[in-house]
């Protein structure tokens, strides 16, 4: 015999759930997730190349990659607005400063000329396909990125994982009963 109670059954179900929700998405591999067709572009490309690239795939981000789709870097929004003379990367400054930066100093505002490789950002943050999703979210809050860029052992460039790709595991899963 024993005394349980109706609260302590509901207690023991919702953290039964909790531990189930928990292994489901422990095993969802990075493989799984990613967005896989990622949109690249090569060093020597024109900055406005990689702009247009930007603007009309509709992304904030950019892996740079060699003739064997090997990672060398990556260009960001970011990146193009700090050389453009925009205050950006700098922990007091909001996203809305910066925008409102871009429409009243339009005079100081400078069009980035030259190649991608010279305003890329080499030390890239990377995960591997087999990683689970806690642990690319780990990499990303650990390393305070948008995204993360998803390579194979030599290097090349398999996905990306953003942040939206995490809010649409989110809610597809609670869609699903």
């Not at 024993?2 to 909790?18: G, P, R, T």
């Not at 990689?50 to 950019?62: D, E, K, M, Q, Y």
């Not at 305070?144 to 398999?158: P, T």
């Amino acid at each position: 015999f024993m005394d349980v109670s109706v609260d302590d059954l509901m207690e023991i179900s919702s953290k039964a759930a909790k531990y189930a929700r928990h292994r489901r998405t422990e095993g969802l591999r990075v493989a799984n997730l990613m967005t896989r067709n990622v949109v690249t572009v090569p060093p020597d490309a024109s900055l406005a190349e990689a702009a247009h690239l930007l603007v009309t795939h509709r992304i904030s981000g950019l892996p740079v990659v060699d003739e064997q789709q090997r990672l060398l870097g990556v260009i960001t929004e970011a990146d193009f607005l700090c050389a453009m003379g925009l205050p950006c990367h700098h922990p007091t400054q909001t996203l809305w400063q910066t925008l409102e930066a871009m429409f009243t100093h339009r005079p100081e505002i400078r069009e980035p000329t030259g190649k991608v490789a010279d305003l890329m950002v080499r030390n890239v943050v990377t995960v591997k396909p087999e990683q689970t999703l806690h642990e690319a979210i780990e990499v990303m809050k650990h390393n305070h990125i948008k995204r993360v860029v998803v390579c194979d052992d030599e290097g090349r460039v398999q996905g990306m994982v953003t942040r939206s790709d995490l809010v649409r595991v989110f809610f597809d899963r609670l869609r699903k009963p």
